[in-house]
Structures are given as structure tokens and as C-alpha cells.
């Protein structure tokens, strides 16, 4: 990668989070002191955004509670992991170190509440390494979509083809490419079944997960 600017997704690219995340909605429940029927929404889940997944608990589970306080209290979930138990994946850091070592400017895109990214960014020492995080919320767009991308490219002062997107998500991917930009695929344990499609669509990919940033395919 040589790129002078540089994005980051968050979840699953820099952090190991994902299996929080798979774990939400069961660790919620069990919080209240509910236990039958929870390992089933598991696989029901696992593809519902944090609102459906709110809908389908209340409907399930909560009739008692609203989707948006069942979403709150998820939310608190996350927020006590990524405060103190959500870390840097193995190589993450020193491939950061490295590319701030040659004057690479970077910030963070994600998906992710603004909040839970600054929390672990500051626990991590690392918060004034990125000039900024950039949220889906921020550009009122799923990662689905372009924008985040172009948005971040244009707060770098870049063009897109001068930025690299570190992503660990195939669809996110596809979006980084879409907007024109340097796309770094990132190996994940999450990613397995779409890896393939990713080292295809991608520039690069990195492997943080072998601890030193590992370099799979380059052009």
C-alpha cells in the first residue's frame, strides 16, 4: 500500500469485535434473567441490522419493552465491551505505526456508534493517530453505498483514487471500490465463506490477525 491517506472500517478490520456482536442480543436477554428459547435467535439474527434485531426480540421476547429501548440496552452491552474488553487485533497496531511512520494521514469510517469508536480508540492510546471517524449516521448511508467513501476522501482533502479503504466486510468492499478508491481486503474470522470474493475484488489484503500485518496479494 502506498498510498498518503488511508481509512479504516473498525468492526472486524482493526478490532475483533465481531463475536460481541454475534452475542448481543443473547447477553441482553440473559442480562434480564432470560434464558429458554435464547439460543435459537442466534442463527435468526445473525444477519438483522441492531433495529430488526430490536423488533424481533420485542416481538419474541419483550412485548413489554419498545424496539428502542431494547435497542438502548443492547447498546449498552456493546458499550461496556468496547470500553473494556474489545482490543486491537494482533499486527493492527504496528501496521498503523508503519504507515504513520511515512507520513500516511488516516481516519476511520464505520458503522458503529461515534461514541463506542472513541472510547476504544482512547483506550487503545491510539484516538489522535486518526484526523477523524466518520459514521454511516454522519452521511445518513449504509456502507452498502458509496458515500461514506467519497465523503471520507473529501474531508482528507484526497480523491478517492488516492485513498486506501481497509475493509473486512465484502459488500464494504465493493462500496470502496465503487467510490473509486484503493480497497485493502482484511481477513477476518468472520469473513471466511466471502473470502475468496474479497481477495478477488480487492487491491491488497492484510491478514492483522497473524500479528505482523501480512501481505496476501498486491498488484
Request: charged share 30%; net charge negative; hydrophobic share 45%.
Amino acid at each position: 500500500m502506498d498510498k498518503l491517506f488511508a481509512v479504516f472500517d473498525l468492526d472486524g478490520t482493526l478490532v475483533d469485535s465481531m463475536g460481541y456482536w454475534a452475542e448481543v442480543g443473547p447477553e441482553y436477554l440473559a442480562g434480564l434473567g432470560m434464558t429458554e428459547g435464547v439460543d435459537e435467535i442466534r442463527p435468526v439474527i445473525e444477519a438483522m441490522t441492531m433495529e430488526e434485531t430490536a423488533r424481533y426480540m420485542h416481538e419474541r421476547f419483550l412485548p413489554d419493552k419498545t424496539p428502542n429501548d431494547i435497542a438502548a440496552g443492547m447498546n449498552g452491552v456493546m458499550e461496556a465491551h468496547y470500553r473494556n474488553d474489545i482490543g486491537l487485533k494482533p499486527g493492527a497496531r504496528a501496521h498503523l505505526e508503519r504507515l504513520r511512520s511515512c507520513g500516511v494521514r488516516m481516519a476511520v469510517a464505520t458503522v458503529t456508534a461515534r461514541a463506542l469508536v472513541e472510547a476504544l480508540l482512547a483506550r487503545e492510546g491510539i484516538a489522535d493517530w486518526f484526523e477523524f471517524v466518520l459514521t454511516c449516521a454522519d452521511v445518513g448511508k449504509s456502507k452498502r453505498e458509496p458515500d461514506i467513501y467519497q465523503e471520507a476522501a473529501r474531508r482528507l482533502g484526497a480523491a478517492p483514487a488516492e485513498v486506501a479503504v481497509y475493509e473486512d466486510a465484502l459488500y464494504a468492499v465493493r462500496s470502496a471500490a465503487q467510490a473509486g478508491c484503493f480497497v485493502v481486503g482484511v481477513r477476518d474470522c468472520d469473513n471466511g465463506r466471502t473470502w475468496d470474493d474479497i481477495v478477488e475484488a480487492a487491491d491488497e489484503t492484510v491478514d492483522f490477525g497473524q500479528g505482523t500485518g501480512l501481505r496476501l496479494k498486491a498488484d
